[in-house]
């Protein structure tokens, strides 16, 4: 899947966070470690997701773009 992402240079080094995944977010020393660290929180988010909604009713629904 792609998601796009947000980066933006810090005192720190670099934040990154994913609009389309509300509280998605980390950062890096270098604009390539924080896409790496984006990469991990991506897949922990969709996860966490999965874990929290494995005993509701959920449906797929397909919307054209």
């Known amino acids: 899947m792609k998601y796009k992402i947000r980066?933006?240079?810090t005192e720190e080094g670099f934040a990154v966070w994913?609009?389309?995944l509300p509280g998605?977010?980390?950062q890096g020393e270098t604009e390539e470690e924080a896409v790496e660290n984006i990469k991990d929180a991506i897949?922990?988010?969709l996860e966490t997701?999965?874990?929290l909604?494995?005993?509701k009713?959920?449906?797929l629904i397909e919307v054209p773009v």
């Open 7 to 9: 980066l933006e240079e």
């Open 18 to 20: 994913v609009p389309g």
């Open 24 to 26: 998605c977010w980390s």
């Open 43 to 45: 897949q922990t988010y």
């Open 49 to 51: 997701i999965e874990i």
């Open 53 to 55: 909604n494995q005993d």
């Open 57 to 59: 009713e959920t449906r």
